[in-house]
């Protein structure tokens, strides 16, 4: 992870049924700025683009999930009804509130201990939030968190390769932002 990352904790709020991020120096909440990808999430949400909204949330976990596990399906299968016909929020609320207390488990054990799966199961969950627009903000948000971690892990294996290889023009927390604004624009024109 960046440096900037490293002095991060990442807490559930129970209020707010979402992750937040504390700095572990200050103690304070991190405010999250509205970057190019939340700017567009905010303009479909003010559309009513629900659906887009979850589908992007769908296809952000899906480039983290290559295997799913049994619960990640069920919610998936959930998110992919929710897309294509209307599903009452009472069902998303309900397995949403019901894995409440796996994506805790897998903020305060996986995430704090570097598990690449931990951010694929939040993402996963983020898919039947129902507030869609909150789901596909925070799917992003772990897609761009296990994409670091990933990429954190790999420098580490790779310490002696590090001189070696030419440094990107572009960061990939950067690649992976165009990458997740290229998809809304594709979902946007279909």
Not at 95 to 107: C, K, M, P, R
Not at 125 to 132: K, L, Q, S, T, V
Not at 142 to 149: A, I, Q
Request: proline residues 2%.
């Amino acid at each position: 992870m960046t440096e900037q990352n490293k002095n991060l904790i990442y807490i559930y709020d129970t209020d707010d049924q979402k992750i937040i991020m504390i700095d572990s120096e200050t103690g304070e909440r991190v405010r999250e700025e509205d970057d190019e990808v939340t700017t567009f999430l905010k303009y479909l949400d003010e559309q009513r683009e629900d659906q887009l909204l979850r589908k992007f949330a769908v296809w952000c976990t899906r480039q983290i999930n290559k295997e799913l596990k049994p619960i990640q399906k069920k919610i998936l299968d959930l998110a992919e009804k929710a897309i294509q016909e209307d599903v009452e929020t009472k069902d998303l609320e309900e397995l949403y509130n019901e894995t409440e207390g796996t994506a805790v488990a897998a903020d305060t054990v996986g995430l704090r201990q570097g598990s690449e799966s931990a951010p694929g199961y939040l993402a996963a969950r983020e898919c039947i939030n129902p507030n869609a627009l909150e789901g596909a903000i925070q799917a992003a948000r772990f897609h761009r968190l296990w994409v670091e971690m990933k990429e954190n892990k790999e420098s580490l294996s790779d310490k002696a390769l590090e001189e070696i290889k030419a440094s990107s023009d572009r960061s990939t927390i950067q690649q992976v932002k165009q990458k997740q604004t290229d998809q809304l624009l594709d979902l946007m024109n279909d």
